[in-house]
C-alpha cells in the first residue's frame, strides 16, 4: 500500500502563508499525472475537495490555494491564511488501490 | 449541484449487519464510479469501496473485503453498503463520494456496540 505521510499539526498567523506537506512512499505518477489530492474538513463536515492531481484548483475553491510538487513530495499553500481556513487538511493518493489518505494536518492559529 | 445523501444509520451488535444507502442528483450517476470512505471517531480518513460505473469492476480494503459489498442500481441513482460482521472497529461515519472525489455526502453514523 502507498503510505502518505503529513505533519500532524501546523501553527499559523491570519494572512501568513501556510505550507502542509504530504510525502508518498513511492511514486504516484501514472501517465505524467502526479495523483494526489488534497481535501479539507472542518468538524462536523464532510471532507472537501481543494486541488486535484497535485495542482490543479477544484471548483469554487479560492485562489489562496494551491498545490506543488511531484512524485513523492506535495505541497499544499494557503496564502494568505484567513480565519474560515482553520481546519485538518489531508491528502490522498489515486495511484493504485487501496487509495490511501494522510494522516492529516491540523491547521492551527498561532 | 452533485448531491449525495446517506441513509441507514444507526446502532447495531457486533456480528450483526447493516445497508447503507447513497442517493444521488445533480449529475449522470450511470455514468462515474462511486466510493464509500469512513471515518472512525477523532481519527483520519478511510477508503473502504469502489464500483465501477457499470458495476464490472469493485474493489475493497483488506479491512472490510469479504464482510462488506458495495452495489448500486442506476435506475434509482443508488449506491449501497450491505456490512456484515460487523465488529466494533467498523464504528465510523460512512460517507459515500463520486469517483472524482468532487462530490461527498454528508455522511452517516454507524455504531458497533453490544
Known amino acids: 500500500d502507498i503510505v502518505l505521510t503529513q505533519s500532524p499539526a501546523l501553527a499559523v498567523s491570519l494572512g501568513q502563508r501556510a505550507t502542509i506537506s504530504c510525502r508518498a512512499s513511492?511514486?504516484?505518477?501514472?501517465?505524467?499525472?502526479?495523483?494526489i489530492h488534497w481535501y479539507q474538513q472542518k468538524p462536523g463536515q464532510q471532507p472537501k475537495l481543494l486541488i486535484y492531481?497535485?495542482?490543479n484548483l477544484a471548483s469554487g475553491i479560492p485562489a489562496r490555494f494551491s498545490g506543488s510538487g511531484s512524485g513523492t513530495d506535495f505541497t499544499l499553500t494557503i496564502n494568505p491564511v484567513q480565519a474560515d481556513d482553520i481546519a485538518t487538511y489531508y491528502c490522498?493518493?489515486?495511484?493504485?488501490?487501496?487509495?490511501?489518505f494522510g494522516g492529516g494536518t491540523k491547521l492551527e492559529l498561532k | 449541484e452533485v448531491q449525495l445523501v446517506e441513509s441507514g444509520e444507526g446502532l447495531v451488535q457486533p456480528g450483526s449487519s447493516m445497508k447503507l444507502s447513497c442517493v444521488a442528483s445533480g449529475f449522470t450517476f450511470s455514468n462515474y464510479g462511486m466510493n464509500w470512505i469512513r471515518q472512525a471517531p477523532k481519527k483520519g480518513l478511510e477508503w473502504i469501496a469502489l464500483?465501477?460505473?457499470?458495476?464490472?469492476?469493485?474493489y475493497y480494503a483488506d479491512s472490510v473485503k469479504g464482510r462488506f459489498t458495495i452495489s448500486r442500481d442506476n435506475s434509482k441513482n443508488t449506491l449501497y453498503l450491505e456490512m456484515n460482521s460487523l465488529r466494533s472497529e467498523d464504528t465510523a461515519m460512512y460517507y459515500c463520494?463520486?469517483?472524482?472525489?468532487?462530490?461527498w455526502g454528508q455522511g452517516v453514523m454507524v455504531t458497533v456496540s453490544s
Open positions: 492531481r497535485a495542482s
Open positions: 463520494a463520486t469517483y472524482n472525489w468532487e462530490g
Open positions: 464500483i465501477y460505473y457499470d458495476s464490472s469492476s469493485k
Open positions: 490522498q493518493q489515486s495511484r493504485e488501490s487501496p487509495w490511501t
Open positions: 513511492q511514486s504516484v505518477i501514472i501517465s505524467r499525472y502526479n495523483l
